[in-house]
């Protein structure tokens, strides 16, 4: 018996410390249409950290290091990440880093779902790529490209919710065109 409770134990702390190794910092944590300072109050950064910039009345945006925003997401150590805000609600989020091999792509894969059939020019030496996929309320973006020895990826999240805020917001670009 004294056995069989030894054993239910190791299992319970396997399965406890597995789940904690494969947590994956999820940006979805962050929900399309919240506010700025909803969204600013909930990152805590400290001010040196964060870029806090207002682009005017309809678009503000939000800049912090992926290491403080998801503190224990590997992949997006070194990368920055944007959110940007138009009408004070959320609509999109970007991630960008430079490493020295293609890295956000399984991150960003292991969250929002498989992208199959990618270019064959992902998998070159020197890899230059561009594709989308969507989930139920967002679109994915992933572009990436060679720099000498380093890569540069770009992934955006842009709420499908929220095309209404784009469009309006185009619009005023335009001066009410």
């Known amino acids: ?3 069989y ?5 190791a299992l319970l702390l396997q399965i406890l410390f597995i789940g904690s190794v494969q947590a994956k910092c999820d940006l979805g944590t962050f929900r399309f249409g919240t506010s ?3 969204l600013v109050s909930k990152l805590n950064l400290d001010e040196e950290f964060m870029q806090d910039k207002t682009k005017g009345v309809s678009e503000q945006f939000v800049s912090a290091p992926g290491e403080e925003v998801c503190k224990n997401e590997k992949a ?4 920055s990440i944007h959110f940007l805000f138009l009408y004070d609600k959320l609509v ?11 890295i956000l792509f399984a991150w960003a894969e292991s969250i929002y779902g498989v992208k199959e059939n ?15 996929w969507e989930t139920s309320s967002a679109v994915i973006s992933y572009s990436v490209e060679s720099m000498s020895s ?3 990826e770009l992934i955006g999240v842009q709420s499908i919710n929220h095309q209404k805020s784009f469009a309006r917001f185009a619009i005023e670009q335009e001066g009410g065109k």
Do not use: C, R
Not at 5 to 9: A, R, T, V
Not at 119 to 132: E, K, T, V
């Open 118 to 132: 990618k270019p064959n020019s992902f998998y070159g030496a020197q890899p230059i790529a561009h594709w989308l």
């Open 150 to 152: 380093e890569v540069v």
């Open 92 to 102: 999109e989020i970007k991630i960008m880093t430079l490493s020295e091999t293609p």
């Open 5 to 9: 409770n030894i054993l239910i134990l």
């Open 36 to 38: 700025y300072n909803a």
């Open 1 to 3: 018996m004294k056995k």
């Open 76 to 79: 997006l150590k070194n990368s």
